[in-house]
């Protein structure tokens, strides 16, 4: 494989000056690394002493949380005396990576961490990592059963910096009993965003439909990134920070963005669409409860889902993510991957971490964190285990995500936008999407969260030359 150029600057959150803190070694663990870019000796785990520890830190809560946790008792159990991982629950996405940087500039990260999908390129840049592709280079570890969408994503330049693992797209959540008490047919799920909208409309109690709100989902940037991609265009440029060039600018107001904020905002300014505001949560919740007719969500939420819809007693539908025409693109997938910390940290706390990423990637683990959760698996394979199997035929709402992703071309718009700032960019859009419900120009909303960007990239990337 090339060389991997090791960063030593961290960028500074996004709104300050455009300055970079140099790192200096994490101090975690014991033990020292000639090369921090390198990957350990493979028996170095032969050669420690009692038990090494991985201290990692997730998002994972709820149902998902309770899943991982048994997962990493059983991989303890299986690896007892030689490693323990020790996991450490960190609040949301946004406050994992907001404490794994301060954990950088303090020398205390954590021997592994999980980081959500458009953290991605500051991981890279933090130099703090160790990149996964070198221990696959060192194993000449079989990549070929990831889901080469999967392992597109978290590619940069042909190098897998980090190992998947609960991934997500998203979907469209419907109640069929809804549907059906509205005379819609609830065995086929809407396709494009104009079939939503009809169907919305008479589902709504405003044309009086059966539901509260024909339609209802969070003012998440997410979304408008998914429907950018699933119309084959780019959220940031040039050409998503995929080919080797650092993304310099964005590009949400493209028509495309305007159109899907133009849609969302008539079905709410007429009624027929609810607006819980900002929190995945409350919208949800609002699902849950057997009141709203559909909603847009991500595929991690659906074994919550089921278990409302059993309790509320409707009928729970999933479909694909609407497009504003059918084409051949698709959404891109959400979630997060694992991380393995680099500097202060021993060669041994490296290869334990290593070895539990392998284990989540195995095809049974796999198959088991997909009928937990809703995340579909990583692994092919996966989707032939008996347990899968079975599941999927019981519920086959959890075979709508895989056939969406295999459904789906690898292009760089589908990649998503690979940019230090993406973070920042979708609160931004999240800003600009809240406006224009509330009564503001799209277009305007959209073009003014470009503008705002631009000094936001521009200072990222200033930070890491």
């Known amino acids: 494989m090339r060389t991997i150029r090791r960063r030593r600057f961290l960028p500074l959150a996004a709104g300050t000056a455009a300055l970079a803190l140099a790192l200096s070694a994490c101090g975690s663990g014991g033990g020292e690394t000639a090369d921090d870019s390198a990957a350990p000796p493979a028996d170095v785990l032969e050669e420690a002493d009692g038990v090494t520890e991985v201290n990692f830190w997730h998002s994972m809560d709820g149902t998902n949380g309770e899943t991982l946790d048994a997962l990493i008792t059983e991989f303890n159990a299986a690896n007892e005396g030689k490693i323990e991982v020790k996991s450490v629950y960190q609040g949301d996405y946004d406050a ?19 980081i959500y999908d458009i953290g991605t390129q500051f991981m890279i840049d933090s130099g703090a990592v160790l990149p996964t592709q070198v221990f696959i280079d060192r194993d000449e570890y079989d990549v ?32 069929k009993t809804l549907f059906e008490a509205a005379g819609l047919d609830p065995e086929t799920a809407p396709e494009t965003l104009d079939e939503v909208g009809t169907a919305a409309e008479a589902l709504s109690k405003v044309n009086g439909g059966p539901a509260e709100f024909g339609f209802n989902a969070a003012i998440y940037g997410w979304l408008l990134e998914q429907e950018i ?42 009624g027929v669409a609810g607006n819980t505001g900002r929190a995945t949560a409350d919208a949800q919740n609002a699902f849950k409860t057997g009141t709203i007719g559909m909603t ?10 089921q278990q409302a819809a059993e309790e509320q007693g409707f009928e729970l539908g ?39 990423m392998q284990f989540l990637a195995e095809p049974a683990t796999q198959a088991t964190w997909h009928t937990g959760t809703g995340y579909f698996p ?35 718009a589908t990649q998503g936008c690979s940019a230090g700032s993406m973070p920042q960019a979708r609160k931004a859009a999240e800003d600009a999407l809240e406006g224009a419900l509330l009564g503001g120009d799209s277009k305007t909303e959209l073009t003014d969260a470009v503008t705002e960007l631009q000094r936001e990239i521009e200072s990222y990337n200033s930070s890491v030359q």
């Not at 994992?96 to 961490?113: L, R």
């Not at 330049?157 to 109640?175: A, G």
């Open 296 to 305: 847009l969500e991500s595929t991690g939420a659906l074994r919550g889902m």
């Open 144 to 175: 070929s059963d990831l889901q080469p969408n999967i392992a597109g994503y978290y590619s940069i330049n042909d190098e897998l910096w980090s190992m998947p693992f609960n991934t997500s797209m998203p979907v469209l959540y419907y109640n």
């Open 318 to 356: 999933v479909g694909f993510y609407p497009k504003i025409e059918e084409n051949d693109s698709g959404p891109i997938i959400g979630g997060a991957s694992l991380w393995v910390s680099g500097e202060g940290h021993s060669d041994a706390e490296k290869e334990a971490s290593w070895q539990f």
């Open 229 to 270: 991609a699933a119309s084959g265009e780019l959220y940031c440029g040039p050409d998503n920070g995929r080919s080797g060039e650092r993304a310099s600018e964005y590009t949400l107001n493209n028509d495309s963005a305007v159109e899907f904020v133009d849609w969302w905002k008539d079905l709410v300014a007429t």
């Open 96 to 114: 994992t990576i907001t404490k794994y940087k301060a954990a950088v500039q303090s020398n205390s990260t954590p021997t592994m961490v999980q």
């Open 378 to 412: 990583i692994s092919k394979a996966a989707l032939d285990e008996p347990k899968d199997v079975e599941w999927r035929e019981q519920y086959p709402q959890f075979d709508v995500a895989v056939q969406q992703l295999e459904a789906t071309e690898l292009t760089s």
